[in-house]
């Protein structure tokens, strides 16, 4: 049996997993999971984004699967960001160890606290970022936070946060920081 919980517009909320896995899932987002877990593996589906905190378990590995990407997650806490209206998705890790595997990629690359990947869903080209993490889910807590962002990232942000498209006029440099 697998259970959705799906976020609304305007909404955000937390589920506790079968295995004691906390999981927020932001506005407009959803997590397919299964009643129960298998022996073998514990594996999540999310579209939208999500913020994990993983219970260790070494002998049942946890994957969290979008169409592009999978993370194999070694008992830690990230963010993670897929919505299909979005160019890209990432992946940023606050504490503890993920390997981020891409579609039809031989290996994975793993991730150390503070740093975000960014992939392009299109070319497939990624980035890698040192970054304050603890930013980057500061939404749990109702809060958005920007530091040295591009103004077009900012505007689609405040857009999405409060449901709204953000208009500018005149010649405004939306590459500005």
Do not use: C
């Amino acid at each position: 049996v697998l259970n959705n919980v799906i976020m609304g517009k305007d909404s955000k909320g937390s589920i506790t997993l079968p295995d004691g896995t906390e999981v927020w899932l932001n506005s407009e987002s959803k997590l397919t999971y299964p009643e129960n877990f298998s022996k073998e593996a514990r594996v999540v589906k999310l579209e939208g984004e999500g913020y994990f905190d993983v219970v260790r378990n070494p002998k049942v590995p946890f994957y969290v699967e979008t169409n592009e990407m999978r993370v194999n997650v070694l008992g830690t806490q990230f963010d993670m960001k897929n919505y299909p209206n979005r160019a890209s998705m990432e992946t940023t890790l606050l504490s503890g160890k993920v390997e981020v595997h891409f579609k039809d990629a031989l290996s994975g690359i793993i991730l150390k606290p503070n740093q975000k990947i960014s992939i392009n869903k299109a070319s497939g080209k990624h980035e890698i970022k040192e970054l304050d993490a603890k930013n980057q889910i500061l939404w749990i807590n109702d809060q958005l936070v920007f530091s040295n962002e591009k103004l077009s990232d900012i505007l689609q942000s405040i857009g999405f946060w409060y449901g709204l498209d953000v208009i500018t006029e005149g010649k405004v440099d939306l590459n500005q920081r």
